[in-house]
Nanobody
Framework: QVQLVESGGGLVQAGGSLRLSCAAS????????MGWFRQAPGLEREFVAA????????YYANSVKGRFTISRDNDKNTVYLQMNSLKPEDTAVYYC?????????????????WGQGTQVTVSS
């Protein structure tokens, strides 16, 4: 399994931007397709975005399409989530996750490894 550590969360005003990073351990990062999920208090964990092993394919939840961008740098073992035009409803703990499956979009249960999460709070 790969170890994942997220960073970049914080407090931002509505309309602002944040970039989350997720650093992975090990030499096999490019063997994993990656995803970002989020969980708000009292709600289920929900899918945000996913990216293929090479970075050539991406998939987004409708709620973030056009505002968020997922990318990866396999040389740096890192996946990113650029979040623009943030809304109060984007407030949540954001988690990155890794899976060996090549299917880009998959439910949370398919993922093999998870980070500890980073808090994103968007004030109105």
């Amino acid at each position: 399994q790969v170890q994942l550590v997220e960073s970049g969360g914080g407090l931002v005003q509505a309309g602002g931007s944040l970039r989350l990073s997720c650093a992975a351990s090990g030499r096999t990062f490019s063997s994993y397709s990656m995803g970002w999920f989020r969980q708000a208090p009292g709600l289920e964990r929900e899918f945000v975005a996913a990216i293929s092993k090479s970075g050539g394919s991406t998939y987004y939840a409708n709620s973030v399409k056009g505002r968020f961008t997922i990318s990866r740098d396999n040389d740096k073992n890192t996946v990113y989530l650029q979040m623009n035009s943030l809304k109060p409803e984007d407030t949540a703990v954001y988690y990155c996750a890794a899976k060996r499956s090549s299917v880009v979009f998959a439910p949370a249960g398919v993922y093999d490894s998870w980070g500890q999460g980073t808090q994103v709070t968007v004030s109105s």
